[in-house]
Every structure is written in C-alpha cells, then in structure tokens.
C-alpha cells in the first residue's frame, strides 16, 4: 500500500499495539555471572596477547634498526 502522495514509509508503529513479549532468559543469574566472570578472563588474556606481541614486534623493528643503522 502507498501513501497519498506517493511514496512508501514502511510498517508504522502505532499505540494499537501491545507490549512485546520478553523472551525467558536461558541462563540462570548465577550461570550469567559465571559467563560474565569468564568473558572478562578471556577479554584480558586477548589483551595480554596482543600487548606481547606487539612488543615482540617493537623489539623486532628496534633490531633491524640497530643492525641497518650500525
């Protein structure tokens, strides 16, 4: 269906309608904390990961540039 003047808005949201119904969750609290406390562990050993080796990486330019430079 079209609009009057001529182009489509899409679906519109009205007051018509009802309340969505919210899913259940499928976790418990105590298994969302355990997922939370697992989440963080695993976002700090990613960071570690790349801090070294980006390290790795400043050590390895730091030597050619000591070898290419001497």
Partial sequence: ??????????????????PAAAPQLPFSAAEWEALQKDDLHA??????????????GLLLYAGVLIAVTT
């Fill in 43 to 56: 976002g700090k050993a990613v960071v570690g990961l790349m801090a070294s080796i980006f390290t790795i």
């Fill in 1 to 18: 269906m079209t609009h009057p003047e001529g182009h489509d808005h899409g679906p519109q949201a009205t007051a018509d309608h009802g």
